[in-house]
Nanobody, 124 residues
Framework: QVQLVESGGRLVQAGGSLRLSCAAS????????MGWFRQAPGKEREFVAA????????HYADSVKGRFTISRDNAKNTVYLQMNSLKPEDTAVYYC?????????????????WGQGTQVTVSA
């Protein structure tokens, strides 16, 4: 069982930066692939970024590639999402998720545990 708690979301102007954090409970954090997803009002939840258990492999949605960076610190049981050059269309609730048994996942159904989400709002 893994519990995930996101933080770092807030209101920011377009062009600004934010770093989201996701703290995981338990002593087996390094055995989970981790991902970030987001859901804007009236839209489906979508994949943002994913990272493998050791951090040696990452994947990004095309819409964030080159602007967002996912990383993890297994000693701190935390995964991060550095978001730069933010756009109004990045406005959403951002969720982190943990997946057991896979190397890295880009689909929500691959993930076993989810956080409660943190709101990111980007003003024009």
């Amino acid at each position: 069982q893994v519990q995930l708690v996101e933080s770092g979301g807030r209101l920011v102007q377009a062009g600004g930066s934010l770093r989201l954090s996701c703290a995981a409970s338990g002593r087996t954090f390094s055995s989970y692939a981790m991902g970030w997803f987001r859901q804007a009002p009236g839209k489906e939840r979508e994949f943002v970024a994913a990272i493998s258990r050791s951090g040696d492999e990452t994947h990004y949605a095309d819409s964030v590639k080159g602007r967002f960076t996912i990383s993890r610190d297994n000693a701190k049981n935390t995964v991060y999402l550095q978001m730069n050059s933010l756009k109004p269309e990045d406005t959403a609730v951002y969720y982190c998720a943990a997946a057991a048994g896979i190397r890295v996942g880009v689909y929500s159904y691959e993930y076993d545990y989810w956080g409660q989400g943190t709101q990111v709002t980007v003003s024009a």
